[in-house]
T-cell receptor, first 110, second 118 residues
Framework: TQLLEQSPQFLSIQEGENLTVYCNSS?????LQWYRQEPGEGPVLLVT?????EVKKLKRLTFQFGDARKDSSLHITAAQPGDTGLYLC??????????FGKGTSLLVTP | EAGVTQFPSHSVIEKGQTVTLRCDPI?????LYWYRRVMGKEIKFLLH????????ESGMPNNRFLAERTGGTYSTLKVQPAELEDSGVYFC????????????????FGPGTRLTVT
């Protein structure tokens, strides 16, 4: 099993601040996905990164895949309370099974 | 379009009892997955169906867990007999099953069933 380590585990910031969360592994992944999960709901896919060095933007969220395809980061610009949630990274294990990190729990206060 | 639904949302049972969880995937999705999150741990893969066939059950913890998907539509996950360590949130996901060679396609997750074994 390819392990994914996410940091920080918890993050509490004020509205308007910027933040970066990280997803690291000692293994190479063919792709990585980022999900967001809210209480009482299942994870929802935000983005899939496939190419080493790839950068994808989703409004105020910027996702980057490391050159060696072992790590990824998620940067949020000018965080808003609506960004509050659990951010999970995941990569394919064998076939279609996904390996997940433990997640970063983000709280954005007004 | 309805998303993935799971029933029940919560279940509290005693050790040794049996529980059956149900998942209804998005219509037209041949691929169905079960995952579990135990408190303090990451979400872990349990198994993968393609239509009614088990494609990958490498994540099933032991033979107390039985998953079925008769007719290739909804799926059930039975735990018999339940143990304390089975407590957690069980997620079901479904997808079209498209593989690009580098990335799996989007898996749509249900809200989960929170199982508590006392």
């Amino acid at each position: 099993t390819q392990l994914l380590e996410q940091s920080p585990q918890f993050l509490s910031i004020q509205e308007g601040e910027n933040l970066t969360v990280y997803c690291n592994s000692s293994s190479v992944f063919s792709s990585l996905q980022w999900y967001r999960q809210e209480p009482g709901e299942g994870p929802v896919l935000l983005v899939t990164v496939v190419t080493g060095g790839e950068v994808k933007k989703l409004k105020r969220l910027t996702f980057q895949f490391g050159d060696a395809r072992k790590d990824s980061s998620l940067h949020i610009t000018a965080a808003q309370p609506g960004d509050t949630g659990l951010y999970l990274c995941a990569g394919p294990n064998s076939g279609y099974a996904l390996n997940f990190g433990k997640g970063t729990s983000l709280l954005v206060t007004p | 379009e309805a998303g993935v639904t799971q029933f029940p949302s919560h279940s509290v049972i005693e050790k040794g009892q049996t529980v059956t969880l149900r998942c209804d995937p998005i219509s037209g999705h041949d691929n169905l997955y079960w995952y579990r999150r135990v408190m303090g741990k990451e979400i872990k893969f349990l198994l993968h169906f393609v239509k009614e066939s088990k494609q990958d059950e490498s994540g099933m913890p032991n033979n107390r867990f039985l998953a079925e998907r008769t007719g290739g539509t909804y799926s059930t996950l039975k735990v018999q007999p339940a143990e304390l360590e089975d407590s957690g949130v069980y997620f079901c996901a479904s997808s079209l099953g498209l593989w690009s060679g580098r990335a799996v396609d989007e898996q749509y997750f249900g809200p989960g069933t929170r199982l508590t074994v006392t």
